[in-house]
């Protein structure tokens, strides 16, 4: 398991993490507050990775949405295409291979 979050060039450790306002996850966004009054602003598919690493229930019931089978391609082509690429040296190229084929929810403008 990750034991960071990304919040635009910050990674926070999680274990730093002692609350997180997702009340405006529909829209993309995710404010996480640590070390004692510390605030980062996480956006698009940051904010999301965000919640699923924290406590991914906490998306149950949102209004978040993905299109059927979104997540076929990315799991049955992208990563086994990505384990290929790292073993012929392109693991930026596979990293970003990942990042583009994750699925958005539908209706999120995800930067």
């Known amino acids: 398991m990750k034991s960071f979050v990304k919040a635009g060039d910050q990674l926070i450790p999680i274990?730093?993490?002692?609350?997180a306002d997702i009340s405006c996850v529909e829209n993309g966004v995710v404010h996480v507050f640590y070390e004692g009054g510390k605030q980062a602003r996480m956006e698009g598919f940051?904010?999301?990775?965000a919640v699923m690493l924290l406590n991914l229930s906490?998306?149950?019931g949102r209004r978040l949405r993905w299109i059927k089978n979104a997540w076929a391609f990315h799991n049955l082509v992208a990563h086994p295409?990505?384990?290929l690429m790292v073993s012929c040296g392109w693991k930026k190229r596979a990293i970003w291979l990942h990042d583009?084929?994750?699925?958005?929810p539908v209706g999120l403008l995800i930067k």
């Open 15 to 19: 274990s730093a993490i002692e609350r």
């Open 46 to 49: 940051d904010a999301l990775e």
């Open 81 to 83: 295409l990505m384990q």
């Open 58 to 60: 906490a998306l149950e």
């Open 100 to 104: 583009v084929t994750v699925p958005k």
